[in-house]
């Protein structure tokens, strides 16, 4: 079987050149020239698709100074830790407003313009962009209510795995698919984010794994610096997707740039992919990996989190809160309950059956929603 889909005249899958995505994510640093300035970047690098990320700190997170709302980790860079979600998203968001308007800029550029969407609320504003598909960031996988949401769009779904495991993968892909979207596409996703990243982490045979379980196209999405990794995903792994953050300087900061390419780095990554499709993985690599890499890169299927600082990522899961305060006896209402990062509550799977149970005792605001809160029935 060799599935594939089409995105405008674009047939992406196995035997199809590789569709290489430029992430533009928080590197516009609230500056609509930048954001302008990457859309271009991307297009010029040679890139086939321009990403953005739709979602408001309000739409993601609480706006609360609670100890959960705190990065920490051991890991975690400086410039995000003793900060509050709240205030990195702030930070870090594509404006609403912007978006409509990079779309038509994509557009008139010749370039794919989608984006990840974080709750329902974007999925219909999205909709009036007229995006032609969807992308799932790999936190997002436990997010059945917003799956649902996308999949009823009837468009293509792209979705990172990251750290999922096998069952949580198998039901957001039931879940897609049962809920009528369109084709599904599974990005093994390394969720490191790290400016020196090894390459025994990468698990690349993971790709061809996924595409046999789930019958799917599959890719790679790198949050990771350097341009190794995916060039072995695409030549060598069997890579029909790419995904790679985009800056214009790494140097100019932001809440990503430490992982993400330049523009050279961009055109160099596209070219050594399109010179590997045409010429093979030791071409693609040469001067910047070995065959050590390269095996090294492949290693074995691997699901889950494959180092430490991933497992300290599952902190930007999103689960379920209180997001008002509630007596006890209240009934649990969307009034009061929401999907929000970070991850300390219930899984969001479970928002149909907590809805019209009852609060077990008084809860304040911004509390993660656990088993203990909610009233027992007999």
Not at 10 to 16: V, Y
Not at 31 to 53: F, I, N, P, S, T
Not at 230 to 245: C, D, R, W, Y
Not at 313 to 330: D, H, Q, T, Y
């Amino acid at each position: 079987m060799n599935p594939a889909f089409s995105v405008g005249d674009r047939q992406i899958g196995e035997g199809n050149p590789c569709f290489i995505i430029a992430e533009i994510s928080g590197n516009h640093h609230q500056k609509y020239e930048e954001a302008e300035a990457l859309v271009r970047a991307a297009k010029e690098a040679g890139a086939d698709a321009v990403k953005l990320q739709t979602y408001t700190a309000d739409t993601i997170t609480l706006d609360s100074d609670k100890e959960y709302f705190f990065v920490g980790g051991k890991d975690q860079p400086d410039t995000w830790k003793k900060r509050t979600l709240h205030e990195l998203y702030r930070e870090a968001h594509t404006p609403w407003e912007w978006q409509p308007k990079l779309k038509k800029l994509a557009d008139k550029l010749g370039i794919v313009l989608f984006s990840s969407a974080f709750d329902e609320s974007s999925v219909d504003f999205l909709e009036t962009m007229e995006v032609v598909l969807y992308k799932v960031a790999s936190y997002e996988v436990v997010h059945i209510p917003l799956l649902r949401h996308i999949a009823q769009t009837k468009k293509p779904v792209i979705m990172s795995t990251g750290f999922a495991s096998l069952e949580e993968i198998e039901l957001a892909a039931r879940t897609l698919r049962e809920e009528g979207s369109g084709a599904v596409a599974l990005l093994h996703c390394v969720t490191a984010y790290s400016d020196t990243p090894r390459m025994e982490e990468m698990h690349l045979a993971t790709i061809r794994d996924m595409r046999e379980r789930f019958g799917v196209v599959t890719g790679f999405s790198d949050n990771n610096a350097g341009i190794l990794a995916p060039v072995i995903a695409a030549t060598a792994a069997g890579a029909a997707l790419v995904e790679k953050h985009l800056t214009l300087s790494r140097a100019a900061g932001g809440p990503d740039a430490r992982f993400s390419l330049e523009p050279n780095e961009l055109k160099d990554m596209v070219a050594r992919i399109r010179r590997g499709e045409r010429e093979g993985t030791d071409s693609a690599v040469a001067d910047i990996g070995t065959k050590e890499d390269i095996a090294e890169a492949l290693g074995t299927v691997h699901y889950g989190p494959a180092s430490e600082r991933e497992r300290e990522n599952i902190f930007f899961r999103p689960s379920l809160w209180v997001k008002k305060a509630m007596k006890k006896g209240e009934a649990f209402t969307l009034e009061n309950v929401r999907v929000a990062r970070p991850h300390h509550g219930l899984f969001p799977k479970d928002l149909k059956t907590v809805l019209g149970k009852k609060a077990a005792t008084d809860i304040e605001a911004a509390t993660p929603l656990r088993p203990e809160l909610i009233e027992k029935t007999s």
